[in-house]
């Protein structure tokens, strides 16, 4: 239970930050931040493929953006 809290509130962090981002320019430590949650929530999503399909394909979805979106 502990885990899903923690998940839970790394995707709120997530979105968080990817609702203060302005006209496509983010600081280094946006950018460094995007990137460590995107790799940890994508990573999340990977690995919980079988057991909820459906929150590990909107976890790796979003992982992936804010990858795509630091880099």
Not at 32 to 56: D, E, M, T, V
């Amino acid at each position: 239970m502990l885990k899903k809290i923690a998940d839970n509130f790394t995707i709120l962090a997530a979105k968080k930050v990817l609702d203060s981002y302005d006209s496509g320019e983010i600081s280094t430590s946006k950018r460094l931040l995007s990137i460590i949650a995107g790799a940890y929530i994508f990573q999340n999503g990977i690995k919980n493929i079988y057991k909820h399909p459906i929150i590990a394909v909107q976890e790796a979805f979003l992982g992936g953006y804010l990858l795509y979106d630091a880099v």
